[in-house]
């Protein structure tokens, strides 16, 4: 049924695409207020991700793995500096509105927009992804595209049903006199890992 | 439906007085156009966007129901329930149904204009169910029991303390004025609703074909929770947002998200296909269920507008209110207004269709036609085209009021009847100021001034002024004839002989076709077509009755009147052709005098003259395409030029509306003499003769230093020290 997991990577542009874009689409992330740390190796990226959990004072995570997650050992890692981490669905649901961080994985990335793309058909990402204060996001750093029709010729080709799209930055608004105010529904903070080294068993 | 009728004047004099409004909207209508081009930047070429979204549109609405279908059968088959709503009373049984069948107490919604335009609120709240609003700006004008004034940002009328005292009321307790604490504040209290709710009701961006997913284009989240949590997850969605392919949400998202909110894109952009998985507490477990989904396409009169010619434009709109963030008179007024959900051009149009004509009847004069909105609108919508198009379908159907049917028909399609009126009133002008049928006449305004000086009626007009100022030029290169127009004939005399003076320096000869009369503007505006073409009648003949090589005008109005007969007669078998063969002749001054300039190698910049400031004409610029070459000429005249700040906004005249709706007039008014007096020249020129009226009306009461004129003028003036040098 839902497959956009395992095909979209046989979409993937490799020609006008790559980690070249980077430099770019972190221009643009942080134009849209997310935090970006870019990562040489798996190692770093967990250690990036646990200077983030130790700033914000995070006691509380629900997480959804994603490849590089589990090649980082985030979980275990969190676990051993004492955070309690949900990873089943049931669990998420019941804590993903009092956890401290969401964490999860993600697609790509667009260079245009600074956007990251992640598919969420399952429950529990979109839990992760929208009720806690912070989330954040693992992207294997080569996987950057051009821009938004670039992005769309990898979702036509893999989009038959599910929930997916573009996070850009963190939940704002600027309902009142039209000041920029972050955090309104969704994360305050939304910050990007992304990781050079690939996973075990190829990129992304 | 029948309309209610309402007291506009009223409500326009109070939005004026509304400070925090006017503060507000002056400030964003400051700042978006920079705003906007900056989100752009790194798009590409901006035209071809937006000719991207307008052909994908028009290929859609070309087979609506088809595409409908398809999304239909592409939703269904991957589990969503489809419902086509007539009309809003079946849209909101349908609901009220499924939510008595399924048991739902507790309704959260995300911004959904279809489920404003069809008051869903009121109806199921009136059924004992609670309903929700989560958008920020949705919920405070809830709170508020008012109604959105802009359709991207719904509260933009309201200031921190007035939703502090909003939040107060309904929190019952003491909510500082802080705007980081009140979103703080809203998210709790969103969060609890958002969690205990048992359906989520969303609208649509876009609606794909192709899979059935329903696009949603937000920053707060509140769709994504709306989307997410509920166990029941509906869309409530018009006909327009139907896209056939995914590809062409692409098309899409390149320019909504710039042209709304001035982002690359928002933080959340979400598809939804096919219902998706929820979390349910079962017997205190929490246990995976699959939602129920449903999308409620509405109708409501948009399929009638489909098969319409004309109004299938509409469906170009991908409701981003940017049109609204140019227009001189929303940005004056807002959005309440223009009566329903949908405020500004755009507004007035999808009223028609969706409230009917009575309800447009009421506020449609508030388009002045200056098409600032059809320079950025992404679906490239003519609205103001499209208004006027409605005026005219509204006159042959209810007729014009007698008075106004009188005075067009008897007078001002009575050229010698006109011009004896006109006669009159720059002698004695009295009956001018009483006369009901004098106020429907062009240049009625004369000697009504107030709070603008406005020009009286020459004594000697132009046509009588011939006779002096034509040379006989013994081998012209060319022939043309001047149409004048009442407002350069009648009050501004001095510059139609510098007209003559102009193209006679460049050894043309120039007509003066007595039968010519008004060019019929002021009635079409009111959408008197059949009057309007009988004035045209008798101005093709006159005007091609010497058979002239070129038919010049100095006012863009009048020249793109004399083109429109064109349009106006195509059908008519005698007079069409004739209306087609001198459109192509019709020439504005300042493009041909330019391309002459040109010819003879004197359309160059030369120094030493005086500082100039030039007001480009709405319709010089967009109907006509023409702004650089009356700058050429100015600069060749050896002026300074310095730009004012946008120097092609309206000046607020608009015919008859910069009289009528003087209170609305002269704000936009004194917006343009500051942006003039900015720019410290000596002159404000300008090519077209109402901004000429409006603008030396301002000037004489506010900066009296500087002078209005015409560019005609300016290089007659050159001309002029030429000959004495
Ligand atoms: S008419 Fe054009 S500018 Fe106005 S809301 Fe629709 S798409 Fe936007």
Redesign the pocket.
Known sequence: MHTFTETWQRSFPTATSGSHLFAEFEERARAAAAEVFRCATLTEAREALLRLVEGAGVTKAVVVESPLQLAAGVTEALRARGVEVYTAPAEIAEHAPTADIGISGVEFGVAETGSVFQEGYAIATRLVTILPPLHVVFLPSANIVPDVPQAFEIIAKNFDRGYLGFITGPSRTGDIERVLTIGVHGPGRFAIIACDEAPQGGTR | MKAEKRKLRKEISEKLKDKTLRGALGRFAEVYPEARAAAYANAGDVETLREA?KQMKIATVGQIEAVADRFEAAATKRGVQVFRAEDGESAKAYLLKLCKETGVERIVKSKSMASEEIHLNPYLEAAGITVTETDLGEWIVALAHERPSH?VIPAIHMNRHQVAEHFSKELKKEIPPDIAVMVQVARKELREKFLQADMGISGANFLIAENGAVGLVTNEGNARMVTTLPRIQVAIVGYEKLIPTIKDAATILKV?PR??TCQLMTSYTTMVSGPTPAMVKRDGKWVEEQKEMHVILLDNGRLRAAKDERFRE?F?????????NVCPVYTLIGGHVYGHIYA???GA?LTAFLHGMEEFAQFHELCIGCRR?TT??????D?PGLIEELRVRKVKDKGLPFLLKQTFENVIANRKLFHSLLRLAARGQKPFQEGKLIRHLPLFFAGLAKDRSLPAIAEEPLRDRVAKVKRKIANPDKRVAFFGGCTMDFVFPETGESVFKVLQDLNIEVLYPEGQSCCGKPVLAMGDEETMKRIARENIKALEEANPDAIVSACPTCTESLQHYRELLKDDPEWGPKAAAMAKKVREFCSLVAEEYEKHGRLKKKAGGLRVTYHDSCHMKRVLGIDKEPRQLLEAAGCELVEMKDADKCCGMSGIFGVKYAELSMPILSQKIANIEETGAEIAACACSGCMVQIQGGLDKKLPGVKMKHVADILAEKIGEKKIA
Request: charged share 5%; with cysteine.
């Open positions: 979204v359709m909504l042209n709304a509409i170009q709109c991908v409701r981003c209110a940017s049109c609204l500004g051009g755009i149009i909105c950025i609108c992404p679906g490239k919508i609205i």
